[in-house]
């Protein structure tokens, strides 16, 4: 009776999902978290062991710590020839990460993601790792010590299908790890790395300087940054199909950037070192950015070339004939108004259509500053007269309303002018800062001012 009932269900109720074909169901698997399609198992025979042709694995320790030693060995035994196209861990087994790895490769495994997070340890990756012709994307993270092959020692050493590559605060086993690295990717096209000092502590300070070499012609984006690093670096980059380019960093290192006939957009944040050069050295690292469209600069290296510029110092900011979009972003701290700042940089684009301010205003009553001078007066920038037509404010609070007044005052084609306030401002001081902004006098006739 049992068996006829259940019967009458299943044709009344089908199990269509059941019934589709094996690839289908892994790819409808792939959506879940890994922990959850690994549940599926339990369903019944026809699911037991579709979880494992999921073509992308996310292994954490909550996920580890819930299944069960035999269902690793799903993952790890070479007996299922399906290919894992991702596989991602974070996890602090040492050995796990070994097994994993060489699973995922003999896998065909595409992207790999290796977090690896011990306490005052560090593992070696995975040899294996450096013969994977299949890998397309790889990023690490953690302690790992990288100490790749020499490519000139070993040529099956190399990623000949490595697109993109991430390395964040790994250990480097020598000062020229991360060259031999990049050398061994010549197809590489994303490569966003991020060092501290901290990263450094395998190497000897008073033997050689840090080497990070970018020579790498295929190379679209480049993500670099330095911020925390103040060991002896040497920086050299020569990527002729560059198209966007991201540095956060200081320049009292060797640093040299050439061949960058492709470059479209560059974010900058040049942080300053008190030496008499810091200008001379900041013309020639922007030089080659000369013929880009787009720019993001940080307000704190804005108001370095000012310094700079307001002493008798000869070299000056290059001129940006093709930029036609400069953002200004970072923290103002005080009373300063960056206006001579910014006039002084858009005074070197003639050509600037748009541009954009995102700055968060920061004031205590500790906090002072003095306003900077220019060593010259400056006319009014050629932008404004011609080709400026639209200005947006992100997160505006109210200061320095001197750079929306003299904008407003000295645009002859702006068209419009967008505030989009900060959020912790409440509607009365939006009320008394829209009132005073349209009160500011326009040049352009047809300028509109919206605000968010």
């Known amino acids: 009776m049992k068996k006829q009932r259940r019967e009458t269900e299943e044709q009344e109720h089908p199990d269509i999902i059941s019934s589709l074909p094996d690839c289908m169901l892994a790819h409808i698997l792939s959506f879940l978290p890994t922990k959850h399609a690994i549940l599926t198992s339990i369903l019944s025979s026809r699911w037991r062991a579709l979880w494992t042709l999921v073509p992308v694995l996310h292994l954490d320790k909550p996920t580890l710590d819930s299944i069960r030693t035999s269902t690793l060995d799903d993952i790890l035994l070479p007996r299922n020839p399906s290919t894992l196209r991702t596989l991602c861990i974070d996890c602090p087994r040492r050995s796990f990460v070994d097994k994993c790895v060489q699973a995922a490769i003999l896998r065909g495994v595409q992207e790999l993601d290796l977090v690896l997070d011990l306490d005052n340890q560090t593992k070696e990756l995975p040899s294996s790792v450096f013969f994977c012709t299949t890998l397309v994307v790889l990023k690490l993270n953690g302690h790992f010590l990288l100490n790749p092959l020499d490519s000139a020692s070993s040529s099956s050493s190399m990623f000949p299908s490595l697109k993109i590559l991430q390395i964040s605060h790994v250990y480097y086993a020598n000062h020229n790890s991360l060259s031999t690295l990049l050398a061994a990717c010549p197809l590489l096209q994303d490569l966003r790395i991020k060092v501290s000092d901290s990263d450094l502590d395998f190497l000897d300070k008073e033997v050689d300087k840090f080497n990070i070499l970018v020579f790498v012609p295929t190379l679209k984006i480049l993500v670099l940054d330095c911020s925390f690093l103040r060991w002896s670096f040497k920086l050299h980059i020569n990527t002729p199909a560059l198209e966007y380019f991201n540095f956060k960093g200081d320049l009292d290192n060797e640093v040299v950037s050439e061949n960058l006939p492709n470059l479209f957009k560059s974010v900058l944040d040049v942080c300053r070192c008190y030496y008499l050069d810091w200008m001379w050295k900041l ?49 103002l701290w005080g009373m300063w108004s960056p206006w001579n700042a910014v006039k002084l940089l858009i005074c070197r684009a003639p050509k600037l259509q748009t541009l954009t301010f995102e700055l968060n205003y920061w004031c205590s009553i500790h906090s002072f500053s003095i306003d900077i001078p220019l060593k010259k007066p400056l006319d009014v ?13 992100k997160g505006f609070s109210g200061h320095p309303m001197e750079l929306v007044e003299q904008i407003l005052k000295e645009s002859k084609v702006l068209k419009t002018m967008k505030i989009t306030f900060n959020s912790d401002i409440d509607s009365k001081e939006k009320l008394r800062i829209h009132e005073e902004i349209m009160k500011f006098p326009r040049t352009s006739q047809t300028c509109q001012i919206a605000f968010d």
Do not use: Q, V
């Open 283 to 331: 013309t020639n690292f922007m030089g080659p950015l000369c013929n880009i469209r787009s720019m993001e600069l940080w307000i704190g290296t804005a108001k370095y070339i000012l310094e700079h510029s307001s002493s008798n110092h000869y070299y000056e900011a290059p001129m940006f004939h093709n930029l036609s979009s400069l953002k200004f972003y970072g923290d």
């Open 381 to 393: 920038p050629e932008c404004l007269s011609s080709h400026l037509t639209t200005c947006h404010y």
